[in-house]
């Protein structure tokens, strides 16, 4: 009887053991869950007060993108005589620290990028080295689809308006391509207003 007794007391101190465990468990996972809507809402505060953006319609759609981690431009020379901008704004994907849709732009030249119109795309003709004009490009992970221009098809229009040490503003426009498929999709009444990180 005294076993008895034993055996039903360990029984109710394991099981009560158990059930405040997975309380602690489940409660743990709703603070973590607590915490990641904590998060992503400061983010969401963080993104509705930051100022820059790329956003154009893609085959008549507005795409706008406007996170500060994937929205940016860089200036500068990293091969001898080739001068180069690299525009990237994108939507962030959580899942991978990808990105799940966006749009590149490169604009390589001889000479130093500023203020000007960038409606060519050309080989290099001193160097040898890639393309020189302005090349748009637009990505789509849903779809697994990657459309940039194509030198042997109409010319994208670029044109920057504005460049300074701290910011940049531009216009963007033209006909990108599936490069295996050929398939296409025309971006028109892009705009740009970017923070410079070098």
């Known amino acids: 009887m005294i076993e008895f ?6 029984l109710v101190f394991t099981l009560g053991f158990l059930i405040s465990c997975s309380g602690s468990s489940s409660e743990g996972k709703e603070q973590g869950n607590d915490d990641q809507e904590s998060i992503k809402s400061e983010r969401m505060k963080e993104m509705e007060g930051y100022p820059y953006y790329i956003r154009a319609k ?15 431009i860089m200036v500068g020379s990293y091969v001898p005589g080739i001068f180069e ?42 160097t040898g080295y890639g393309l020189r004009g302005a090349s748009l490009g637009y990505y789509t992970r849903s779809n697994d689809k990657a459309y940039v221009s194509d030198v042997d098809e109409e010319d994208p229009t670029f044109e920057l ?11 963007f426009s033209g006909r990108v391509y599936d ?17 410079r990180i070098n």
């Open 58 to 72: 893609v085959d008549g759609e507005l795409r706008e993108f406007n996170n500060p981690d994937m929205l940016y």
């Open 161 to 171: 308006t504005e460049l300074t040490e701290k910011e940049a503003k531009g216009t």
């Open 5 to 10: 007794k034993l055996k039903k007391i360990w």
């Open 85 to 126: 901008a690299s525009i990237i704004g994108g939507e962030v994907n959580e899942e991978d620290n990808g990105s799940k849709e966006g749009f590149n732009i490169a604009i390589k030249d001889e000479e130093e990028i500023r203020v000007g119109r960038y409606d060519f795309l050309e080989p290099f003709e001193s």
């Open 179 to 195: 490069m295996i498929t050929k398939e296409s999709v025309m971006i028109t009444e892009g705009e740009f207003y970017l923070e």
